[in-house]
């Protein structure tokens, strides 16, 4: 069984950048047949998928259009995490926020971190 | 974006009955819905995905049904630990995976 810890500041001002980690045991992010995910989740829209990173002939990432351009999914192949950054963040970016790993290619979220708030408040 | 509805919000159901849960896509996602079970404090939890496919541990009083446009999780008779948030996704579109917006089974 995949286990995903979560680690990260909570605590932010508006401008600056989100910098979160997702610690992987029980599998590898280099891993062909899995993808690695971040989704948040928030009162005001929800569940909210933001992005994934995985590896097949080489390394791919997908974004949401909400958090295109300001977004970054990176693995860490040498010790086995995925990191999210996010560019220029404002209170809209309030939101506990989570890593998952995904089934393959199809979009399911079989194991999930334990999630992080973070708040973004001047 | 393909809008996932479902409904109700709040489902009042007394230990033992069956609970069903409905959810909506605006445009067809094929069978690729999932069910994830969430409580308080805690991160979802997957229990169905292919419309109708149990997670690895998800006990059998779970299940899915339905395809397209229509989709619904039955619970055949609610246990305590099964009060809680349930969400449906839709991962037919990339990269525009939606999520819809709960519903609440609580004790009646």
């Known amino acids: 069984q995949v286990q995903l810890q979560q680690s990260g500041l909570g605590l932010l001002k508006p401008s600056q950048t989100l910098s979160l980690t997702c610690a992987i045991s029980?599998?590898?992010?280099?891993?062909?047949?899995?993808?690695w995910h971040w989704i948040r989740q928030s009162p005001s829209r929800g569940l909210e998928w933001l992005g994934r990173?995985?590896?097949?002939?080489?390394?791919?990432?997908d974004y949401a259009e909400s958090v295109k351009g300001r977004m970054t999914i990176n693995p860490e192949t040498a010790k086995n995490y995925f990191t999210l950054r996010l560019r220029s963040v404002t209170p809209e970016d309030t939101a506990v926020y989570f890593c998952?790993?995904?089934?393959?290619?199809?979009?399911?979220?079989?194991?999930w971190g334990q999630g992080t708030l973070v708040t973004v408040s001047s | 974006e393909i809008v996932m509805t479902q409904s109700p919000d709040t489902l009042s159901v007394s230990p033992g009955e069956r609970a069903t849960l409905s959810c909506r896509a605006t445009q067809s996602v094929s069978s690729n819905l999932a069910w994830y079970q969430q409580k308080p404090g805690q991160a979802p939890r997957l229990l169905i995905y292919d419309a109708s496919t149990r997670a690895t541990g998800i006990p059998a009083r779970f299940s899915g049904s339905g395809s397209g446009t229509e989709f619904t999780l039955t619970i055949s008779s609610l246990q305590s630990e099964d009060f809680a948030l349930y969400y449906c996704q839709q991962y037919n579109k990339w990269p525009a995976l939606t999520f819809g917006g709960g519903t609440k089974v609580e004790i009646k």
């Open positions: 029980g599998d590898s992010v280099s891993s062909i047949s899995s993808s």
């Open positions: 998952a790993s995904g089934l393959g290619d199809s979009g399911v979220f079989d194991s």
């Open positions: 990173t995985y590896l097949r002939s080489k390394w791919y990432d």
